[in-house]
């Protein structure tokens, strides 16, 4: 059974720093592509960052140059580190499964991870 677990999440100044990190159950971060998306309160959930299983990254516009995904393989964890955090990057924040070798690991998400950035 996969299971994707978020942590790491909180509330911080704004131009602070967090790291959040997904942990991968069930399946191996190796195998597939993961992504990040938030979804602020009363908002559409937005995609915002992605690594392949080769790691290659990609990022939404609004947090290129702030934002840093990566992975630790042999942990099966993905990590999304928050540079000079902004009031409107505050939302739940979810990992989910992407491009897996084996299809039927897509699309899978985990509970989310709230971030507040407030002072």
């Known amino acids: 059974q996969v299971q994707l677990v978020e942590s790491g999440g909180g509330l911080v100044q704004p131009g602070g720093s967090l790291r959040l990190a997904c942990t991968a159950l069930?399946?191996?971060?190796?195998?597939?592509?993961m992504d990040w998306y938030r979804q602020a309160e009363g908002m559409r959930r937005e995609w915002i960052s992605s690594i392949s299983m080769y790691g290659r990254t990609n990022y939404a516009d609004s947090v290129k140059g702030r934002f840093t995904i990566s992975k630790d393989d042999a942990r099966d964890t993905v990590y999304l580190q928050m540079n000079s955090l902004k009031p409107e990057d505050t939302a739940m924040y979810f990992c989910?499964?992407?491009?897996?070798?084996?299809?039927?690991?897509?699309?899978?998400w985990g509970q989310g991870t709230q971030v507040t950035v407030s002072s």
């Open positions: 069930g399946v191996t971060v190796n195998s597939c592509g």
């Open positions: 989910t499964t992407d491009s897996c070798d084996d299809r039927r690991l897509n699309n899978y």
